[in-house]
């Protein structure tokens, strides 16, 4: 469960690109997320480290406007170092909801925080009421919500992005299998 407060974040006006290197694009309708790819495998790799718990984190990005509306571009996360994880639920402390702010101001002061991204260890695709509740705390159409769903049997790693209080799904999800260069790659980094 997120406790924190939301940040409000005021979009600049930007033509939106139709695609980023090393940003994997989800969309919906005339939104348009684009996350890097970077950071949604260091978000897999935390998540299976957790040895299935549940992990929580904050997004970091910069969302933009154009003529089609708004726009998000996520290019980095920060994972709860204090949260209280299990294998259904996870809570962040008020020392999380600091050291979100810390990682910001101190390694991104150009950019915000746009959303919050959690795990589901069980295998469980999609939000869950609790995870419907604390997303819609996030009151702006470009704020995004991610969820890493871990199917271990399959050894498939996905990442699934939510938008703005409705928790309105974004597709195509992203989605990598244990074994391959990136889930190497990213567990030793982690």
């Known amino acids: 469960?997120?406790?924190?407060?939301?940040?409000?974040?005021?979009?600049?006006?930007?033509?939106?690109?139709?695609?980023?290197?090393?940003?994997?694009?989800?969309?919906?309708?005339?939104?348009?997320?684009?996350a890097s790819k970077s950071m949604l495998q260091k978000m897999i790799a935390h998540a299976v480290k957790g040895n299935r718990c549940e992990i929580i984190g904050?997004?970091?990005?910069?969302?933009?406007?154009?003529?089609?509306?708004y726009y998000s571009i996520l290019t980095n996360s920060a994972l709860a170092p204090f949260a209280d994880g299990t294998?259904?639920?996870?809570?962040?402390?008020?020392?999380?909801?600091?050291?979100f702010k810390w990682v910001q101001e101190a390694y991104h002061p150009t950019e915000d925080i746009l959303g919050w991204y959690h795990s589901h260890p069980m295998n469980l695709e999609g939000?869950?009421?609790?995870?419907?509740?604390?997303?819609?705390?996030?009151?702006?159409?470009?704020?995004?919500?991610?969820l890493v769903v871990c199917n271990y049997m399959q050894n498939k790693f996905t990442v699934m992005a939510y938008r703005g209080p409705e928790s309105e799904l974004l597709l195509p999800s992203y989605s990598v299998y244990k074994g391959?260069?990136?889930?190497?790659?990213?567990?030793e980094a982690a």
Do not use: C
Not at 87 to 99: I, R
Not at 132 to 144: A, C, F, L, T, V
Not at 180 to 187: A, L
């Open 87 to 99: 294998y259904g639920t996870v809570t962040t402390t008020f020392k999380d909801e600091q050291f």
């Open 180 to 187: 391959g260069p990136e889930i190497e790659q990213m567990t």
């Open 127 to 146: 939000y869950s009421s609790v995870d419907r509740g604390n997303q819609s705390k996030w009151i702006e159409p470009y704020q995004i919500g991610l």
């Open 1 to 34: 469960m997120f406790n924190g407060k939301p940040i409000k974040n005021e979009p600049h006006f930007r033509t939106r690109p139709d695609f980023i290197p090393k940003y994997h694009k989800y969309s919906s309708g005339a939104f348009n997320l684009f």
């Open 58 to 69: 904050t997004l970091i990005g910069r969302p933009f406007y154009d003529t089609k509306g």
